[in-house]
């Protein structure tokens, strides 16, 4: 037989060993490399699976979990993550797959770093305090309930932070806080960023701003809530849901905050419950204010909706002031105030990302329960021939993405 003929065969059969190998790895077996070809390697990094047991791969779960309040009050610098990576089974930090969330704490009078390595978008929000942080993009201030965003700035300009251990690569914020507020002895901050992401895809931003930064003072944000009438002009029924979704001009699709990060700043009257909805986001919810007496506010969450509307086995969430509690993707959530305060919720989501791919799925009580008392199961994300398009009944917020002068405009 001519060599190259020989070659050839000893491939052939190689592959075929390869092959046959490769189907045990049915049930986990390695495929083996008899002769060190290329071809063969590759292979050895691949299995086949029969589709029917592994189309649904049993992954693990996003919790729910509560990041009580004392995390940030603890008078000292300091950043804390609200790490869930071993519940979610990664090897870098995450609170959810795709997000990442921390409480910074910064003693008045003092500064404080925090970085990451690779994220296209950083939001936060002031918990408590008075103070500024110094950004690759310029200053800014910032007092209680206000919130900015920071876009990938790319690596071209210097850092603005000094050698710390906290700091990483040029994506760094310099805090400094001023005054505690209300006789605190430190400022608070909730950073939420998309690094686990990016560290799954084991990618990093370009360095086109994908968004500008923008800041959305809390003052601002507030009065245009109260501004929603708190009766439905249509039906007259009193709302259970009053909020303002916060936008950046780049997402004029998806109305979110960035092209990854979702926020709303949501209200709930006494005596008000707001009714169950789902997402295919993950939602990361900061009360903003718990409502008053303590435990008078809280979440009802489940996997499951039975046809009249009531979630399955529901899990209860009390609300506190300053605390995040996880709300899982695809579970059944709803609000409710049995105080005598009006109470404030701002939940951050991958939903920008959902909404993107079209796959958020937003569903609420009343459609769903009629659809399952009529036995039709929906299949599609968006009800899009159904969908009502409804006037603006308070107002919109313009942060200079139009004119260099920041109002609010009501109508």
Same mark, same amino acid.
């Given at each position: 037989?001519?060599?190259?003929?020989l070659?050839?065969?000893?491939?052939?059969a190689?592959a075929l060993l390869?092959?046959q190998?490769?189907?045990?790895?049915?049930?986990?077996?390695?495929?083996?490399?008899?002769?060190?070809?290329?071809?063969c390697?590759?292979?050895?990094?691949?299995?086949?699976?029969?589709?029917?047991a592994?189309?649904?791969?049993?992954?693990?779960?996003?919790?729910v979990?509560?990041?009580?309040?004392?995390l940030h009050?603890?008078g000292?610098?300091q950043?804390?993550?609200?790490?869930?990576?071993?519940?979610?089974g990664?090897?870098?930090?995450?609170t +959810?797959?795709?997000?990442?969330?921390?409480?910074?704490? #910064?003693?008045?009078?003092?500064?404080f *770093?925090?970085?990451v390595?690779?994220?296209?978008?950083?939001?936060?929000?002031?918990?408590?305090?008075?103070?500024?942080?110094?950004?690759r993009?310029?200053?800014?201030e910032?007092?209680?309930?206000?919130?900015?965003?920071?876009?990938?700035?790319?690596?071209?300009?210097?850092? #603005?932070?000094?050698?710390?251990?906290?700091?990483?690569?040029?994506?760094?914020v310099?805090?400094?806080?001023?005054?505690?507020?209300?006789g605190?002895?430190?400022? +608070?901050?909730?950073l939420?960023?998309?690094e686990?992401?990016?560290?799954?895809?084991?990618?990093?931003?370009?360095?086109?701003?994908?968004?500008?930064?923008?800041?959305?003072?809390?003052?601002?944000?507030r *009065?245009?809530?109260?501004?929603?009438?708190p009766?439905d002009?249509?039906t007259?029924?009193v709302?259970?849901?009053?909020?303002?979704?916060?936008?950046s001009a780049?997402s004029?699709q998806?109305?979110?905050?960035?092209?990854?990060?979702?926020?709303?700043?949501?209200?709930?009257?006494?005596g008000?419950?707001?009714?169950?909805h789902?997402?295919?986001?993950?939602?990361?919810?900061?009360?903003?204010?718990?409502g008053?007496?303590?435990?008078?506010?809280?979440?009802?969450?489940g996997?499951?909706?039975?046809?009249?509307?009531?979630?399955?086995?529901?899990?209860?969430v009390?609300w506190?002031s300053?605390?995040?509690?996880?709300?899982p993707?695809g579970?059944?959530?709803?609000h409710h105030?049995?105080?005598?305060?009006t109470?404030?919720?701002l939940?951050?989501?991958?939903?920008g990302?959902?909404?993107?791919?079209?796959?958020?799925?937003?569903?609420f009580?009343?459609?769903?329960a009629?659809?399952?008392q009529?036995?039709i199961?929906?299949?599609?994300t968006?009800?899009?021939?159904?969908r009502e398009?409804?006037?603006?009944?308070?107002?919109?917020?313009?942060f200079?993405?139009?004119?260099?002068v920041?109002e609010?405009?009501?109508?």
């Open positions: 037989m001519h060599l190259s003929n070659k050839l065969a000893v491939r052939l190689s390869c092959s190998r490769g189907a045990a790895g049915l049930v986990g077996e390695a495929a083996v490399c008899v002769d060190g070809s290329m071809n390697e590759w292979q050895a990094g691949g299995s086949m699976l029969e589709y029917t592994n189309a649904n791969p049993q992954m693990s779960e996003v919790p979990r509560i990041f009580p309040s004392v009050e603890t000292k610098t950043l804390v993550p609200l790490d869930l990576s071993k519940a979610l990664l090897n870098y930090m995450a +959810a797959p795709n997000l990442l969330a921390s409480f910074i704490e #910064v003693k008045a009078g003092e500064t *770093e925090t970085g390595e690779h994220a296209t978008s950083q939001s936060f929000y002031v918990i408590r305090g008075q103070g500024s942080s110094l950004t993009a310029g200053l800014v910032w007092s209680e309930g206000d919130l900015f965003v920071l876009p990938y700035l790319g690596d071209d300009s210097p850092s #603005v932070c000094h050698s710390s251990p906290a700091v990483i690569g040029r994506q760094c310099r805090h400094a806080c001023t005054d505690g507020g209300g605190a002895g430190s400022c +608070a901050l909730y939420v960023h998309d686990p992401l990016l560290r799954y895809l084991g990618a990093r931003p370009v360095d086109t701003r994908r968004f500008e930064p923008a800041l959305y003072p809390g003052k601002a944000m *009065e245009t809530v109260e501004g929603i009438a009766v002009a249509e007259g029924e709302r259970n849901r009053r909020g303002i979704l916060l936008s780049s004029h998806t109305k979110t905050l960035t092209p990854t990060l979702w926020s709303l700043l949501n209200s709930i009257g006494p008000a419950t707001q009714p169950p789902r997402h295919n986001s993950v939602a990361l919810d900061l009360a903003v204010n718990g008053f007496p303590k435990g008078s506010v809280y979440t009802l969450l996997r499951e909706l039975d046809s009249a509307g009531n979630i399955v086995k529901p899990v209860k009390e506190v300053g605390a995040v509690f996880v709300t993707p579970w059944w959530h709803s105030n049995e105080g005598n305060d109470a404030w919720v939940p951050m989501q991958d939903a990302l959902y909404t993107h791919q079209r796959t958020l799925d937003i569903r009580q009343a459609e769903e009629a659809r399952l009529s036995g199961n929906r299949g599609a968006m009800d899009q021939d159904d398009v409804k006037p603006l009944v308070a107002g919109t917020l313009m200079g993405h139009t004119t260099p920041c609010t405009v009501t109508a």
